[in-house]
């Protein structure tokens, strides 16, 4: 009996060991949910963020997992269609009995989620989504744009700093935008902006989504001869109204503002040196790749895996917030300990988060504390080649003045040759 | 020129140009629809699908979109008589055409997306020609060639389809098919032949409109719906079957557009072009120039 105690103690020792390890393997995955516009207008975008999004599961599961779970995406195509974003988010959390939910990306998909989010008490992490919770006030929105405590007008901030600081003082500005959810809420912001300038407004007009030639617009705002052009646009639009510009000989001081699309490689090569002059927003340029040291890293990652899914190969605007979103998720699960949404809204309310885009905080509204989205513009470009995107040379970084490399150039007609 | 004269000239330049393209899009569907009564409702799709191909022979070899689509025509020619000859077997024959064949051909929309989704991936695409960022200026007034060209061939297009149809016999036959499919029966003709020979017609128009398409904006594989209620709008609006009233309806929202665009503001362009349209049908109900 005695000679037989040690091989009992080991074989039952063998035996826990067998059984503990499919044990902790066989702990569910922790699913998270989400739309996202796979098919679209937006869909090249909403795409970039998924592989973000999908480098950060495996970068996680490769870590062992969040709280010893592996981090399983569930998501659906949104269609870029905002009315699909209600059933979507619904069967995430009655079917699919999905833990933890996220937005899909812009403004257009994430206003649809809400209702059914905050009628679950949801902690919501959204992705780019302009000005959405002034709307709703949800206490456990968070929103990692770097717009701002006031969004709407810290993403026309920038512009209208650069703006405002011109000599002479411009006097008149054409505000012109797309109907559709984005450009509305952007274009609230610039008037809001206009009213503590003093601008006076000598065009206010929105254009129908599937506008197909711009150049009567344009020349309707060239006739009112405004010293500034603010356009809230999207992807399609940004390269009609562009173009327009070029064609129509567009004379102004400044012109651009808040046209989706310039930030990525796709327009940013369609056009080449149509961009010349514009003044828009961007979240990263290589000018100021020195204040940006934590993004490296997550673009070498990045870069690679987008070239092969033949997706934004730059990876400056939207991909490494995607990540970021996911890694302050990740932080509130760990520090809490567990998954619930009002410990995980209280933690990331309090908390400072460390990013692939740098120090995330946010303020009372669910917006980042303090706004860092930068204002450009765009000059020496020649050529529709993508290489000469990766290096600094092409763009002026106006706003905020802290990262600020030069002054803009004016007037548009001028800038642009 | 005075600045408002300009304004005026300019607007209706680009109406035209603009309804030149429009034209090119319709085109199609009013041979399809308009004549055989095949609802076509994927006809925007094979446009997409005309400016993606455009796009990978321009972006591989250098050659401009619009003679690519033009040599390649005779493909979507092919095409479309595949997919006619689909489409008779299943559902014309069986007198099924109605809802049934409206439902193929959501199908065949939804397929040909995902289709270019799956090859061409989700990113905006665009082709540069030699003409691209060229703007003649009469004066104050600009012909940007990024819109002329497309409207030059549209516009021959439209003309040679007219001119085939009333001097042909093919043609004539095809207008015959439009007018009483059952008295061409009872003389003996081969009525699928004629209709399979116009509908394959309507998509290598599809094609090259595809090309036009694609010189004028960005596109990305869904953008094809956009088009869908124009293409129906102005195919009624010109008077169903009708190529001139096709090519009349299409400069007609074309300018509609560009004039509300510009004295109005571009966000009433749709109301104005569909309640053109309404007053058409109101005191007009075939059409501009329907029978």
Redesign the interface.
Known sequence: MNRLTPWLSTGLFALALVFAVPAQAQQPPLRIGFGMSLTGPLAGNGKAALISMQIWAEDVNARGGILGRKVELVYYDDQTNPSTVPSIYTKLLDVDKVDLIVSGYGTNVIAPAMPIVMQRNMAFMALFGLNVNSKFSYSRYFQIMPAGPEPAIGWTQGFFDTAMGLSPKPQTIALVGADAEYPALALEGAREQVKRAGLKVVYDKSYPPNTVDFSPIVRAIQATNPDLVFVASYPPDSAGIVRAANEVGLKTRMFGGGMVGTQFAALKTQLGPLLNGLVNYEAYVPEVAAKFPFLEQFLVEYQARAVKEGVDPLGYYLPPYAYAMMQVLEQAIKATGGLDQAKLADYMHKTEFETCVGKVRFGSNGEWAAPRMLAVQYHGISGNDLEQWKKPGRVTVLAPSSYATGTVTTPYQDSRR | ME??TA?LF??II??L??GG?YAAVSVGVSISFGMLDVVNIAHPAFVILGSYIAYIVNDRMGFDPIVVSIVLSPLFFLLGSLLYRVYYICFEKRGQESLRGLAFFFGILFIT??AL?LIF????R?V?TAYS?T?LRLGAI?F?M??VVPFLVSVTMVVGIQLFLTHTFFGRAVLAVAQDTLALRLMGVNTFRVKEFAFALSIATAGVAGAFLIV???V????GR??IG?VFAVCVLGGMGSIWGTLLGALVLGLA???T???F???W??AVSFGLLLATLAFKPSGLLGR
């Not at chain 2, 991936?121 to 905006?124: E, K, M, Q």
Request: proline share 13%; hydrophobic share 40%.
């Open positions: 600045p408002e304004l300019n607007a680009a109406g140009l603009l393209f997306e995902v989704v991936g989700v990113d905006y665009f540069q960022e703007t600009d940007p990024r819109l004028i904006q960005p990305q594989p869904a953008i956009e088009y124009l557009e560009s004039f665009s510009t004295f503001g571009p966000s362009a749709p």
